[in-house]
T-cell receptor
């Protein structure tokens, strides 16, 4: 079973709209969570990290973590065509060590 | 991300030996090799933390990592197999700051 599960697999939103991506972990040992974004032909790039329950906002991006339900979400407001990419949720048990990625959500923002 | 450079960027091989190279200019303590097959998440192959190697035991023995110093990472591949066709990413992370991973641009390996 995939330890980090993402939904939906793909998502299409209009320019200026809100995109909501979800991630659920099956391992209660995960303490550290990230959202990574990968444009075609590039390496993944960290968007945000979140380690404590609640919301974390950086510009148009808001991450939410609920450790009790092992749920992490990412909300992108005012979506832009440049936000079109593959988004990965990733989690780690310890401060240093293996980072476990979900299978990704492909976001398409259309004009 | 020019602060982590990988070479070569593209590689087409038959059953040959080859080495991938990576250098990071971020002063990070940990370096990683990840393999990403098409439309799949990156999968950890090797991790060097302060030059101590941690390996993913599912990685075939024909992959041999080398960390000559804290800023350089090599991946030696002997007798490549078609299943090795993928993009290989080098990554690094600092001590502290939550240890966010920073990825290079990748080396795309095509085995014919």
């Amino acid at each position: 079973q995939q330890k980090v599960q993402q939904s939906p697999e793909s998502l299409s939103v209009p320019e200026g709209g809100m995109a909501s991506l979800n991630c659920t972990s099956s391992d209660r040992n995960f303490q550290y969570f990230w959202w990574y974004r990968q444009h075609s032909g590039e390496g993944p790039k960290a968007l945000m990290s979140i380690f404590s329950d609640g919301d974390k906002k950086e510009g148009r991006f808001t991450a939410h973590l609920n450790k009790a339900s092992l749920h992490v979400s990412l909300h992108i407001r005012d979506s832009q065509p440049s936000d079109s990419a593959l988004y990965f949720c990733a989690a780690r048990v310890q401060v240093v060590g293996q980072l476990t990625f979900g299978r990704g959500t492909r976001l398409q923002v259309y004009a | 991300n020019t602060k982590i450079t990988q070479s070569p960027r593209y590689l087409i091989l038959g059953r040959a030996n080859k080495s991938l190279e990576c250098e990071q200019h971020l002063g990070h303590n940990a370096m990683y090799w990840y393999k990403q097959s098409a439309e799949k998440p990156p999968e950890l192959m090797f991790l060097y933390n302060l030059k101590q190697l941690i390996r993913n035991e599912t990685v075939p023995s024909r992959f041999i990592p080398e960390c000559p110093d804290s800023s350089k990472l090599l991946l030696h591949i002997s007798a490549v197999d078609p299943e090795d066709s993928a993009v290989y990413f080098c990554a690094s992370s600092p001590r502290g700051s939550g240890n966010t991973l920073y990825f290079g641009e990748g080396s795309r390996l095509i085995v014919v």
